[in-house]
Nanobody, 121 residues
Framework: QVQLVESGGGLVHTGGSLRLSCAASGSGIFSINAMAWYRQAPGKQRELVAVITSGSSTNYADSVKGRFTISRDNAKNTMYLQMYSLKPEDTAVYYC??????????????WGQGTQVTVSS
């Protein structure tokens, strides 16, 4: 069973920075297709923050463009989200999502457990 484990969340002041990581681990991983970061604030729906393809093409939500950078290290099966100029409205639980292709040829999307990011004003 493949797991996605996020880390790097925490409490920062407005204008601060954080770097989130999402590492895929487990047996049977052949490759990882697109990977993405989502976030969910209290009382709101989960929203897409940024996505990166296997070829490292990226796309961002308008609300984070110019402040967040998504990247990945395919050799480590790990994705990152560097967040700068954080605002209170960035406060949310951040989840990673990835399309895992197994050695069997099957592809499944997996979610991480989430990591809390809190930005104080």
């Amino acid at each position: 069973q493949v797991q996605l484990v996020e880390s790097g969340g925490g409490l920062v002041h407005t204008g601060g920075s954080l770097r989130l990581s999402c590492a895929a681990s487990g047996s049977g991983i052949f490759s990882i297709n697109a990977m993405a970061w989502y976030r969910q604030a209290p009382g709101k729906q989960r929203e897409l923050v940024a996505v990166i393809t296997s070829g490292s093409s990226t796309n961002y939500a308008d609300s984070v463009k110019g402040r967040f950078t998504i990247s990945r290290d395919n050799a480590k099966n790990t994705m990152y989200l560097q967040m700068y100029s954080l605002k209170p409205e960035d406060t949310a639980v951040y989840y990673c999502n990835a399309g895992i292709r197994y050695s069997s040829g099957d592809t499944f999307f997996r979610w991480g457990q989430g990591t809390q990011v809190t930005v104080s004003s």
